[in-house]
């Protein structure tokens, strides 16, 4: 079971990228899916969440910039940025609560994206 992140790279700021990390292995259904963000020297920070049924929450610093979506039958979650700003620039990390047994839960994250915005 692993989580496979990708869309990451280098930008502009003003300028907007689509991440996207699919879960993959023998997994029974997938719970709440989430972005997390690590810039230099900062601690790992949520960016967003999404529920099976699509219901997302962000960060404050996030609403209206970034949107948080999946595609429950390719097990894979989105996340759009745009008016990408330097301080934008971090690791991205997909999360998830995986369900590999009828109601046994478990977390895992991704290994990580690079974004990275110049001013």
């Known amino acids: 079971v692993q989580l496979q992140a990708s869309g990451g790279g280098l930008v502009q700021a003003g300028g907007s990228l689509r991440l996207s990390c699919a879960a993959s292995?023998?997994?029974?259904?997938?719970?709440?899916m989430r972005w997390y963000r690590q810039g230099p020297g900062n601690q790992r920070d949520l960016v967003a969440s999404v529920t099976r049924g699509g219901s997302p929450n962000y960060a404050d610093s996030m609403k209206g910039r970034f949107t948080i979506s999946r595609d429950n039958a390719k097990n894979t979650v989105y996340l759009q940025m745009n008016s990408l700003k330097p301080d934008d620039t971090a690791v991205y990390y997909c999360?998830?609560?995986?369900?590999?047994?009828?109601?046994?839960?478990?977390?895992?994250w991704g290994q990580g994206t690079l974004v990275t915005v110049s001013s």
């Open positions: 292995g023998n997994i029974f259904s997938i719970n709440i």
């Open positions: 999360n998830a609560d995986l369900e590999l047994r009828a109601g046994i839960l478990e977390n895992y």
